[in-house]
């Protein structure tokens, strides 16, 4: 018996398993791959908001250390410009999903979560827990259980969620190769579509993609046709290449191949009594944008606390329908947008002319920070009500001066704990009964306080923010409403 279950060892399911972890819940991963080295990377790369949750648990600089870069908007990429938002990170990285799972699940190793190595084909839930069917006829007790795995969910098809959404209307063939002929590497468009080719290893230099000399390629074609459900193969491969360019440039040897379309479905509820949905379970689309791992990601972390507070009781199991709540309308959004640049790839002349007016309007500044701060993830708002423009929003990774000497707000948030922020006069704000559940905190902080998208707003005097870095409470020079948020986040408590 364990207190969570998660179907689903991929990015997800593994920063999901950390953030309880990190709470102090007994938590294991099933993963159906029979090892932890993944195979194929169709996923290569985070955005700013990504980035900033994983310095919020201190294991940024793991993935900055081995990705690459890219600072500002290159030609015809300013819809990811951020390079002047106020944020630490302002840029997006770029690192092949195989090393994001691998630096990952060293980061779970560390914090002690299990894995095991199987596949879930079905689970029966009752009031008090979910008992889990592997293939091997193994069964699992937990009190939870969380679909974390893919697109084609076993988790979410056997809780009966449905998965509405459209239907694919282009198909794309993505793999590792060799080539005894090396093709023009970077993007193409053609009359049938987007296609590229790249490296396994590359720099960027100057805002450019500088790839390595030989190793295998990397290549992406647009099918012409849609409709088949079929493993790819090398011949669909070959073929696929022919059509496009006349020639399949000696294709060989593949390490992987795979095929993506641009199908878009949402679960219609991220929660069903007992069992939860996260990632690619919960949400498909095409990749336009890559926002694929960090909305998985985004879900994890809105989870994680809250999965955590319900399961030792601290916080009533309604908690855990903010998830779905919040999450949602969140994803929801983002998914609109990939439609929306999914659409833009398509060739036809009529699209051509809203390419070209997609251009200029990126040009202009307010549109650009406008798509940008939806792509980069750090416009999110969760409807929290009415208030200060912070309420709902993540908080700003402000320097702050202490008595204990300078710190950073992401390193407060390091444990996955909650923290009350005091910026005025210091004990003039307290949690109270809620000390033992929530940080306090008593800094100033000297500078001026800015959104991103939204821009400048005016300095609170006490700040709370919830452990996935939302804020939960704004005091402007009062605390009003501090105990109804505290009560209401992070549990009631019994008064003597």
Partial sequence: MVDVLIAGGGPTGMMLAGELAL??????????????????????????RTIEILDQRGIADRFLAEGQLARGGGPGNRMLDVSDFPTRHPYTLGLWQNHIERILAGWVDELGVPVHRGEVIGFAQDDTG???????????????????????????????????????TTSSLIAEVEMTEEPEMGMHRTASGMHAFGKEKYEIRDGEVVYADGGLVRVMVTEEHVGTTREPT????????????????????????????????????????????????????????????????????????????????????????????????????????????????????????VRDLMTE?????????????????????????EGHPLLGRRMPDLDLVTADGPLRVFTLLH???????NLGEPGSVDPGPWRDRVQSVDASYDGAW???????????????????????????????????????????????
């Fill in 23 to 48: 709470a102090g819940i007994d938590v294991a991963i099933v993963e159906r791959r029979p090892t932890s080295e993944l195979v194929g990377s169709r996923a290569g790369g985070f955005h700013a």
């Fill in 130 to 168: 979910v008992v889990v069917s592997l293939a091997d006829g193994e069964q699992l007790r937990t009190a939870y259980l969380i679909g974390a795995d893919g697109g084609r969910s076993v988790v979410r098809k056997a809780a009966g969620i449905d998965f509405p959404g459209w239907e694919a």
């Fill in 234 to 353: 090398l011949r669909d491969l070959s073929e696929a290449l022919v059509a496009v360019f006349g020639t399949d440039y000696g294709v060989h040897s593949p390490t992987w191949i795979s095929r993506f379309t641009d199908a878009t479905r949402q679960a219609a509820t991220y929660r069903r009594g007992r069992v939860l949905l996260a990632g690619d379970a919960a949400h498909i689309h095409h990749p336009s944008g890559g926002q694929g791992i960090g909305l998985g990601i985004q879900d994890a972390v809105n989870l994680g606390w809250k999965l955590a507070q319900v399961v030792t009781g601290v916080s009533p199991d309604s908690l855990l329908d903010t998830y779905s709540a919040e999450r949602h309308p969140a994803d929801a959004r983002a998914l609109k947008q990939t439609m929306a640049q999914s659409a833009l790839q398509r060739p036809d002349v009529r699209i051509e002319a």
């Fill in 361 to 385: 309007l990126m040009d202009m500044d307010e549109p650009r920070r406008h798509v940008a701060g939806l792509l980069s993830g750090l416009d999110v708002r969760y409807d929290l009500g």
């Fill in 415 to 421: 444990g996955a704990r909650a923290v009350l922020l």
């Fill in 450 to 496: 800015e959104l991103p998208v939204i821009g400048a707003v005016s300095a609170p005097a006490a700040v709370l923010i919830r452990p996935d870095g939302h804020v939960a409470w704004v005091g402007e020079g009062t605390s009003s409403g501090l105990e109804d948020a505290l009560s209401y986040w992070f549990g009631p408590v019994r008064r003597s």
